[in-house]
Structures are given as structure tokens and as C-alpha cells.
């Protein structure tokens, strides 16, 4: 069991405030009840009320909306240290669902261990709000991809971007990081078809700037990559410890 001063949460964490023992101490309560969920079953239900939020500790998710129509618009995928269902644990009912991709670990937390843990430790709770707009701030630039970026820059963003938050945890670097999501779910994503997202990733295979084979994305020329998307991690706010 990974104890929460080792923790993805608390590595991403640490990338905005130098947490002290006491905050270090809170987390870990936050991570006491811990769970495993089997992949394709939803954690939360799109309208479901009363919900708890969790700790993603290992896997990947993903959050999405279904349409009347019965079809779905993939919001973001969430790696390990994100928060899942945060602003719904806020707000009276969810307004998206979770569904694992692969089976994971996330530690289950009450509305009222949130408050608590935010009462007892303000700079913790500064830092949680922190990774809460990093959130809302990556849902802009999807927002701005999918209306403005050809589907080759949107795809390299993209990537780039899940790139940066593995990095921030441990789990990704500049040569490429471990994906397990498909083309159906990159289509989802970025508003294309599965038809789509096979010709652009064979596209920027054989231009030399990244390979995505096997459950593995490869940076083959990261700067050309970044060159093409135009892509500035400024956004994410990851440079550093900032909060003393």
C-alpha cells in the first residue's frame, strides 16, 4: 500500500506547496479508505446525488456526458494523484460519470472529511484548490483545441499534455510515457472518428514526431511535436513549489 506521503496526489501536490508533516498526516486520513474498481464500471453516475469524491492512486479514468441521443463526449481523462468527482462532492448532483479504463485504486472521501481536512489545514486545502483549477484550466484548452486546432495539432496537445501531468507524478518524461487509452477513446476526446485519429497518429509516425504503439506513447522529436501543437505548459502551472 503506497502511504499518501509517497503518494501521486501528494508528488502533484508538492509541485505548488512544501507540505508539512501535519498536512502530510491529513492526506493520509483522506486516503484510508482505499478501493479497487474493475474497468467499464462507473465510480459515479451522471445526476447522481450524495455522491462521495476519490483519490485516483493507480490506472487511468475517464469522465464523460451522455447526450439525449444516447451518445457520449469524453471530458477529460484523469491519471493518478487527480481528484474524481470533486466539484460534484459540492454540488447537489454530478453533472458527468467516471468509468475506469483499466481496474485502479482510489481512496473513497466524504464531503465531510473534505471539510474537515480543509478546516484543520488551510494550506492544504489552498493546494487542492490549485489541482482544482489546473482541472478547469485543461478543460479551456480542450475547449480551444477542439474549436480551433487542426486535428494533427489537437492530437499533439493533447498528448503533450497527458505527458506533462505523468510527469509531474512520476510516471512520464520527454521520451513518452505508458497510455492504455484507444483510438476510440482519443476520438471521443477530440471530437473526431476512430477513422481519424488512425490516419493522424500514422501521420505524426511517419513525420518522426511521436509513435503511439502498443499501449506506449514515444516522443520521437518532443520539440517537433511541441513546435507543431504551439504548446505552452505555462497553463498547467507545474514549475515548481510556489506557496511556502
Known sequence: MILAKQSPLTRKLSAFVALSEAELAVLERLHQRRRIFAAGRDLVHQGQSDQAAYILSSGWVCSYKVQADGTRQVV????PGDFLGLRSVLLRTSDHSFEPIVTIEAAEVLKSDLLVAFA???????????AASRDEAMVVEHLVG???RDADARMAHFLLEIGS?????AMGNKEGYA??????HLADALGLSAIHVNRILRQLREAG????RKGHVTFDDYEGLVKLAEFD????????????
Do not use: E, N, S
Request: aromatic residues 12%; hydrophobic residues 45%; proline residues 9%.
Open 76 to 79: 477529460d481523462f484523469q491519471v
Open 120 to 130: 484543520q489545514t488551510p494550506r492544504l486545502a489552498t493546494a487542492i484548490l490549485w
Open 146 to 148: 477542439i474549436g480551433r
Open 165 to 169: 501531468r505523468l510527469a509531474l507524478v
Open 179 to 184: 497510455c492504455p487509452l484507444t483510438q476510440y
Open 209 to 212: 514526431l511521436m509513435t503511439f
Open 233 to 244: 505548459p505555462a497553463y498547467l502551472d507545474q514549475t515548481g513549489p510556489l506557496l511556502k
